[in-house]
């Protein structure tokens, strides 16, 4: 165990002007010797979130490095069918509570949000901020069906499978699961596929490897020679990540590197893949912005069919078309334009009136950029 | 919006459009309009409401007691007017336990004197269990003007002082909550802010109490109503050492947390310096802190900006959506 740090020491030296300072020099002389300026995604949500919140985005343009959001953001990419299903469910059933959280209430959708939606008598809608919350709910309130409507990569997916198990342990008949859960490897191969986005690297998300290790992102530099680091949400990581990525780029020796060691290990989390393992299993899902791709998301395996809410109450989850006229954020998720490029940002869309996903969510790239960028927005 | 959610009575850009929207065309006159924490009415006389709907009703730190004395005196105090008599709604659930009743008068008792207010009127309903939340407290206060906020004259090179360590009210009831099984030594703020009365006469010409919406919220708006941008810096912002630890587990970031006992200053640049020395020698006063200026080279007109530890900037938007209801 490393000594003991009080909480300021942990984060002010991630933030510190002067080391800031440093690697954003670092960063600018391998752009320098490369003499182009670099696209790299940051795949995660948090990152975009850290980028705009320490002002970094306008330093790093200085430093000739241009960051495009990725698809990691689950309220983003859950697609409107799962919401529909479940306003459907509340206001055709009684005795059926739904618990989600926060952020996945404001999406709206042909038939509106969540929040907007009047449950019938007997029915609701609670925001919790863990599953267990949930499933807590599901043990007090016997005479109704608690469904848990849980969004969520790698990083989430085990407490949410851990909550299921729980609750076929304790026998627990009311409580299900809607899954909408999301892996990350599959959607970045997506990405690479499609050829679409000209990135010359990624940033991989810090708490997703920390559960997958660093071995799950290696088909992106073995067969796609393409570089990567996995960086910490500190401003100080991000940028450590940026670093690896640009001397992989000038070296042409791409990697998967890790820069958050404090945290991720080559194997990730054994016990919490197991955990995946034995209680959901990859179909082929469909995302919002990216589409329909292979073995990309989770759902609870046959053996488990009785805490399945899609089996349990009929669901019917098919994605329609999307009917926001004008709404990009399907081209925001893969990083084909920045939220300025879309004609409602700003104008008819913003953080109080969303229109579209990207800006609900706290890990939005259009929230985000809403929030945290000057004179990014038409007032 | 066909019907009323709780974002409209975030303090956020909700109500904001609210009372912009659908309260001032309906009751338009020359003293509603002004939109200030007061009216300021004839004969130098401000009157100031608020009402008290906070869960818990008691938490660490505070009550609701102390909580509606202070929120209605701060109310005046920043708006320049000395609070001299408060009026006492209270609004109770039936069932509620007579000893958390009387905890909660004697509260009110105590802070009203500390404050040196008399509560001179006051009204009581009690509503059948389940149509209202153990207890809720509606006060009004009324003073006399002894200075005059000044916005039109802030210029670039004025200071921004806040009076102490931001966002402990809204962490203390976030905490209290227990949604997250956390404990933390932070307690609310929730505090008198009748120091401030004499600096209006010292080179202050505007303050705010930092309440719902936080820090970021009250900058922006004052970044509204004046000519240039704002810039904060963040390392100069206060932070206790508990809080600190708390937002980062949680993720919150503390700009946005509510304060009941603090407030933001604009002074003169040539006053800023003892402005802070008197504020550090009073009793809520000893952690305050200039903690930026107004600009003429950085961002624009209607910006409050932040430079960040990392040396990035950052635009500071008032809150949009309901970080935490009922937190006062």
Partial sequence: MAPRKSSRELFSNWRSGSTIRNLLQAISRETSTLNRTLRIMEVCGTHTMTLHRSGLKPLLREAKVVMVSGPGCPVCITPDCFHEAIIDLVTSRKNILVATFGDMTRVPTARGSLQTTVPLPGSEIRIVYSPEEALELARKNPEKEVIFFGAGFETTIPAIAFTVKRAAAENLKNFSLLAALWLIPPALEAILQSGEVAIDGFIYPGHVSVIIGTRAYRFVAEKFKTPGAIAGFEPADVLLGILSVARQVREGRPEVANQYRRVVQAEGNPRALALMDEMLEPYEADWRGLGRIKNSGLRLKPRWQELDAVRKFNLRIQPGKPLKLGCRCGEVLKGLVEPVDCPLFGRSCDPDHPRGPCMVSYEGACLIAYKYSSGARNK | ?328
């Fill in chain 2, 1 to 328: 919006m066909k019907q009323v959610s709780l974002e409209m009575g975030s303090g956020g850009r909700l109500m904001q459009d609210f009372i912009r929207d659908k309260l001032l065309p309906v009751f338009k006159n020359r003293y509603l309009q002004i939109l200030h924490d007061s009216a300021l009415l004839p004969n130098g006389l401000a009157l100031t409401t608020d009402s008290y709907t906070v869960d818990p009703i008691f938490f660490p730190g505070g009550d609701i007691g102390t909580l509606c004395v202070n929120g209605t005196v701060n109310d005046l105090v920043v708006s320049g007017a000395r609070p001299e008599y408060l009026s006492l709604a209270l609004i109770i659930e039936e069932g509620l336990e007579m000893a958390t009743l009387e905890k909660i008068l004697a509260s009110i008792k105590r802070t009203a004197s500390r404050n040196r207010v008399s509560i001179v009127t006051g009204d009581t309903k009690v509503v059948p269990r389940g149509q209202a939340d153990k207890i809720y407290i509606n006060t009004a206060g009324v003073g006399h003007l002894v200075g005059h906020p000044r916005p039109e004259k802030i210029k670039p090179g004025d200071k921004i002082l806040v009076t102490g360590p931001i966002g402990e009210h809204g962490l203390a009831i976030l905490l209290a909550r227990n949604n997250f099984r956390m404990s933390s030594r932070v307690r609310s703020d929730c505090g008198p802010l009748l120091f401030l009365l004499p600096l209006w006469k010292q080179g202050a010409l505007w303050m705010r109490d930092i309440t719902r919406g936080g820090l970021a919220t009250v900058l922006s708006e004052l970044a509204d109503k004046i000519n240039h941008p704002l810039l904060a810096e963040e390392e100069n912002i206060p932070l206790s050492r508990a809080l600190k630890g708390a937002v980062e587990i949680l993720g919150i970031d503390p700009l946005y947390l509510a304060c009941e006992g603090r407030a933001l200053l604009v002074v003169k640049e040539s006053e800023a310096r003892r402005v802070l020395n008197v504020l550090k020698k009073s009793s809520g006063g000893q952690q305050a802190a200039i903690i930026g200026e107004v600009q003429d080279k950085v961002g624009r007109k209607g910006e409050a900006l932040l430079r960040t530890s990392s040396g990035g900037l950052r635009l500071l938007e008032p809150l949009t959506s309901e970080l935490l209801p009922r937190i006062c």
